[in-house]
């Protein structure tokens, strides 16, 4: 019948288990592949909430249905418990069509949800929004594309002692983006690389976004609504792509380097009125990013922010990833990591794991704050996989403690920890 349905589930006994998980299963590959398919990065074992999911899905040509169910678990198990508990949603979305005989497009989502506490306000909220889009080109090179959003929330909450509340709140946000593509082509020859094709991507937009309501917005969802936005954003995006040929003739492309530039300009920012002594910022961080892979076992990822009020760089990770196939199947992996925001941390991630012999690898990791020049954590293990199977030993130290762990593979099935 074209239905899928998923389960994450996620329960732990208490926050201090959670530690257990710093260095992921089965080594680099175990938690990258974890965030990938269910969305969980590593920091999250920092949040307060474990939370588990249940999504059951129908998706026809150009509308999906959706049924969802969530659990919040509070590992500290907190009395009174007043976590929201998203138990029961249905989700309608038309995804971007078009409308016949007009050069306009439209989407929308309808959707309900159910929230249960276990102590506090229970209640139910139902949502809609509609989205307007029409792109134009202006002549051979620029694209103009004006959208308007709205969406309505409606919500009846049941309280335990004032009875049954009715509250409201819309937001309406339009856009006008204005951009273009260009691109070049190069023929070199370097060593199997033929061709070289540079594209860049720049585009000027216009958000505002204004919220009316007449309650506390976000009553039971975890994600704060950004508010009033009045802004206009210049991006600039470049891509170099290769084209290489093998002596056989095969061809293979690949994306060599990104380079992103980002910058907006808060208007009412620049246009609000300060107190003596007060200095406007309308412009926001400069954000760039950039991705090189100039050989296929090697990436690069930089990004940051530039204030330009403090003249100095808040924000800054940078990364390095060598992998390297070997003779008999043997893998390497090494990778370098420095993550720092000012006034915050500057941290150091070092890692490598090494293919030996007969299935077996050998690595460890290191991590330190810097800023606080204090060791956060460091790893050995040996590895063990087979076709089906596989097997870790692993010494962590981590807070002053050494702990010692055994990790079992079922391959296709997932892993669990003996001890």
């Not at 389960?7 to 257990?20: C, H, T």
């Not at 929004?129 to 909450?157: A, D, H, K, V």
């Not at 090697?298 to 990364?319: A, G, K, M, P, R």
């Amino acid at each position: 019948y074209g239905v899928q349905a998923r389960l994450d589930a996620d329960y732990v006994s208490d926050q201090d288990y959670l530690k257990e998980l710093t260095g992921g299963l089965f080594g680099y590959e175990a938690r990258p592949d974890i965030e990938r398919k269910w969305g969980r990065p590593l920091e999250e074992r920092l949040s307060p909430l474990r939370s588990s999911n249940l999504l059951v899905s129908r998706l026809w040509e150009g509308i999906t249905l959706q049924a969802d169910s969530h659990y919040y678990q509070r590992p500290e198990h907190p009395s009174p418990n007043e976590t929201p508990e998203p138990l029961l949603g249905v989700h309608l979305a038309r995804l971007v069509s078009p409308i016949a005989s007009l050069p306009l497009f439209y989407s929308f989502g309808l959707s309900y949800q159910n929230i249960w506490r276990k102590d506090g306000d229970k209640g139910n909220e139902i949502r809609l929004g509609p989205e307007i889009m029409m792109p134009l080109r202006l002549g051979q090179y620029l694209e103009l594309e004006p959208s308007f959003s709205f969406n309505y929330e409606g919500r009846w909450i049941d309280q335990a002692r004032d009875g049954t509340e009715y509250s409201w709140a819309r937001d309406y946000q339009g856009d006008l983006r204005l951009s273009s593509r260009m691109e070049r082509l190069f023929d070199v020859s370097i060593g199997n690389i033929k061709r070289l094709r540079h594209t860049i991507r720049p585009s000027l937009t216009y958000t505002y976004h204004e919220v009316r309501s007449d309650d506390e917005l976000g009553w039971f969802d975890p994600v704060t609504d950004e508010g009033k936005v009045n802004k206009v954003t210049m991006k600039l995006a470049n891509t170099l792509d290769t084209r290489s040929e093998d002596k056989q003739g095969k061809v293979t492309y690949r994306q060599w380097v990104t380079f992103n530039l980002t910058q907006s300009y808060n208007v009412d920012e620049a246009r609000k009125s300060l107190e003596p002594g007060n200095k406007r910022r309308p412009f926001d961080p400069l954000s760039i990013s950039l991705t090189v892979k100039p050989i296929k076992i090697v990436d690069i990822y930089w990004s940051t922010q530039w204030d330009h009020y403090d003249n100095e760089f808040t924000n800054n990770d940078l990364s390095i990833e060598l992998c390297i196939d070997r003779s008999g199947g043997r893998k390497d992996h090494y990778k370098a990591e420095y993550q720092s925001a000012k006034g915050q941390y500057r941290n150091l991630f070092l890692s490598a794991d090494v293919g030996l012999w007969g299935g077996f690898s050998a690595g460890g990791s290191y991590s330190k704050d810097f800023y606080v020049d204090q060791e956060i954590s460091s790893d050995v293990w040996v590895n063990y996989g087979a076709q089906c199977w596989g097997v870790k030993v692993v010494a962590r130290r981590e807070d002053e403690d050494t702990r010692f762990m055994v990790f079992f593979e079922l391959k296709g099935l997932g892993q669990f920890r003996t001890w």
